[in-house]
């Protein structure tokens, strides 16, 4: 099995808390890692687990091993018996491990029934951080699901094909979506074709036939499932007009490629929208680093109306720091120099230029380098 790096923060949750929470995507990983986890499995979408977990209900909570529910929130009223049996002894650490793929739902159960008596972890596809040894280049081509032919020696988008049918026309509707899965499918290549571009609802409307409203609940239902990032602004009160509105992002690249029509053979460095590909994919790598790592993080992104910019800003406990992301091996002093602009606006404690830089720069405030180093760098400092 793949090393997951949020296993150890699992734990340490575990240690603390009498249950977990992991969240993420539909097949990143999920029931792999909690399966070699914990000795007792029962996954919740499906009913005959339900009735053997019924049975079962008395030997598992007197049990000293971990219990693993997956999909929990298929099953609303597991939360009102856990709460019971977790307040019944709320000394015992360690208890239980909840998996879900919606958020939204599953959130809510959380803060209703088993707030302060759970961690939350949320799992991403894997990431460079995980696969030290992988070529980045196929990484960003098929992105990181572990079925999505990245731990394989075959490239091929077929995997992908599958599972984003199965999302629009299964998995959505039955998680309560209410969009037609025509409809569904066009929005996911309309976001592809607007990746790292400002949101526009009201043009996706137009497009789809549905109300500027309609269309916000439906983003928002797709990034509740993991699916999309919509990265908002940040916010200041500065003399220059800052932009309000977020910007939006397929979250795995190699979903955003095969909605972008690629296959085994495209060659990403010739494709129009390259740039905001590079952009989107490092935007992830950098958050999943940080997230397997249990660092809490701010990620925000800075323009103002006048075209000043930077990619990303990331508030990391009492520190900022701006990152511009730039698909080049040679980036330009005008770069740092409006990360500086950016600096005297806002403040920050380090200036990144990310790139894919062979010299590479981690230290002091003024950072120069490709995504191996600024990985390396993070890791260091914890």
């Given at each position: ?173 039955q998680w309560g979506l209410p969009a037609e899965p025509a409809v569904t499918e ?90 905001e590909s590079w952009e989107g994919w490092i935007i992830e790598q950098v958050l ?95």
């Amino acid at each position: 099995m793949q090393t997951r790096q949020s296993e150890a923060m699992i734990w340490r949750h575990l240690k603390r808390f009498p249950a977990a929470c992991i969240v993420g995507p539909r097949q990143c990983g999920k029931t792999t890692l909690a399966k070699a986890m914990g000795a007792h499995y029962f996954d919740l979408e499906h009913t005959p687990d339900r009735l053997r977990l019924e049975t079962r209900w008395t030997e598992m909570m007197e049990g000293k091993d971990l219990v693993v529910f997956d999909e929990a929130q298929c099953w609303p009223e597991l939360f009102t018996r856990l709460r019971s049996e977790i307040d019944a002894d709320r000394q015992r650490k360690g208890r239980f491990l909840l998996l879900g793929s919606v958020s939204l739902e599953l959130m809510k159960q959380v803060s209703e029934s088993l707030a302060g008596r759970l961690a939350v972890v949320e799992l991403t596809p894997l990431h460079a951080a995980e696969l030290p040894e992988i070529n980045l280049n196929k990484l960003w081509k098929l992105g990181g699901f572990p079925e999505g032919g990245v731990l394989d020696g075959e490239e091929s988008f077929d995997w992908h094909s599958s599972y984003l049918k199965l999302m629009a026309r299964r998995d959505l509707p039955q998680w309560g979506l209410p969009a037609e899965p025509a409809v569904t499918e066009r929005l996911f290549k309309l976001i592809a074709a607007k990746h790292g571009s400002i949101q526009n609802a009201s043009e996706f409307g137009a497009a789809l036939g549905l109300s500027h409203h309609t269309v916000q609940s439906y983003l928002h239902y797709l990034e509740g499932v993991f699916l999309i990032r919509r990265l908002q602004p940040y916010h200041a009160k500065l003399k220059n007009r800052l932009i309000r509105t977020p910007k939006l992002y397929w979250r795995d690249s190699g979903l955003l490629h095969r909605l972008l029509g690629c296959n085994v053979k495209t060659e990403l460095a010739a494709m129009p929208w390259v740039g905001e590909s590079w952009e989107g994919w490092i935007i992830e790598q950098v958050l999943a680093c940080y997230s397997s790592l249990g660092i809490e993080v701010e990620a925000t992104f800075f323009r103002d109306r006048d075209g000043l910019e930077c990619d990303l800003v990331l508030d990391i406990e009492d520190k900022r720091e701006l990152i511009e992301i730039k698909l080049t091996s040679h980036p330009a002093p005008e770069d740092l120099t409006k990360l500086r602009k950016i600096q005297s606006l806002i403040g920050a404690d380090r200036l990144v230029l990310l790139t894919r830089c062979a010299d590479v720069v981690t230290t002091g405030s003024t950072w120069m380098t490709d995504l191996r180093g600024y990985i390396a760098a993070v890791n260091a400092s914890r």
